[in-house]
Nanobody
Framework: VQLVESGGDLVQPGGSLRLSCDCR????????VSWYRQAPGKERELVAT????????TYADSVKGRFTISRDNAKNMAYLQMNSLKPEDTAVYLC?????????WGRGTQVTVSS
C-alpha cells in the first residue's frame, strides 16, 4: 500500500496550490479519503473528507470556501485544491484513506505560505 502526496510548495499569501495523492495497492474506490495537516507544535487537523463515491465532502471551518477536495476513482487519485492561501495554512499536508477495516497514510507534502 502506498499513498504519495505531491504538489506542496512555497507560495505567497493569496496564492493557490493543488495537492495530489497517488494511491496504490488497495481498492481506492472503496475508501473515503481525507486530507489532514500538521503545523509545527500543533496537533494534526482534519482539513477535508470525501466519501468513496465522491458525491459528498466536508470541510473544516478554517478552509471552507477556499479549499476543494476531489477524487478520480479511475486514476486512484485524490486532490486538494487550495485557493486564497493564508500564512496560517502553512503545514505538512497528509493524505489518508480509510474504511471500516483499514486506515492508510501518506508521508505528507510541505505547504509554506509566506511573502
Amino acid at each position: 500500500v502506498q499513498l504519495v502526496e505531491s504538489g506542496g510548495d512555497l507560495v505567497q499569501p493569496g496564492g493557490s496550490l493543488r495537492l495530489s495523492c497517488d494511491c496504490r495497492g488497495f481498492t481506492f474506490s472503496r475508501f473515503g479519503v481525507s486530507w489532514y495537516r500538521q503545523a509545527p507544535g500543533k496537533e494534526r487537523e482534519l482539513v477535508a473528507t470525501i466519501i468513496s463515491s465522491g458525491s459528498r465532502s466536508t470541510y473544516a471551518d478554517s478552509v471552507k470556501g477556499r479549499f476543494t477536495i476531489s477524487r478520480d476513482n479511475a486514476k486512484n487519485m485524490a486532490y486538494l485544491q487550495m485557493n486564497s492561501l493564508k500564512p496560517e495554512d502553512t503545514a505538512v499536508y497528509l493524505c489518508n484513506a480509510r474504511n471500516s477495516l483499514y486506515d492508510y497514510w501518506g508521508r505528507g507534502t510541505q505547504v509554506t505560505v509566506s511573502s
